[in-house]
């Protein structure tokens, strides 16, 4: 059995990504969690959860997606409406950078000698 990377993404990376955008929010910017989460369009008890580890802890962001993260946190506080744009767009950089391929790797074994093949070797 395997999961496709989207569910992947959904199960493991977005909520790191939304877990260190709410620590930014939260810590270097002041926001309250309920500020921090209407952002990200998640409940007040979500960033608790984020903040003490209870969710999002399987995965370890690269420090370039950190990076990227700090900047998006940046634009989020400034407008909170940019917080769907800027997951989008760091869900990008990662996939772009193959950094989505590791956590697949290590969470969806056995079907990466799939990932990126020519569509002709499926005889389609």
Do not use: F, H
């Amino acid at each position: 059995m395997y999961s496709l990377p989207q569910e992947i993404e959904v199960w493991y990376i977005i909520p790191a990504i939304r877990k260190e955008i709410a620590r930014l929010l939260t810590e270097k910017y002041g926001l309250s969690y309920e500020v921090a989460g209407k952002s990200l369009g998640i409940s007040k008890a979500a960033i608790s959860q984020y903040l003490s580890n209870k969710r999002a802890n399987k995965i370890k962001l690269s420090l370039d997606v950190q990076c990227e993260i700090k900047k998006s946190s940046e634009i989020i506080n400034q407008n909170n409406k940019m917080a769907l744009i800027e997951i989008q767009r760091i869900l990008k950089y990662m996939k772009e950078n193959k950094y989505s391929c590791e956590t697949c790797k290590e969470y969806n074994k056995g079907v990466m000698e799939y990932c990126n093949a020519d569509p002709s070797s499926y005889g389609g």
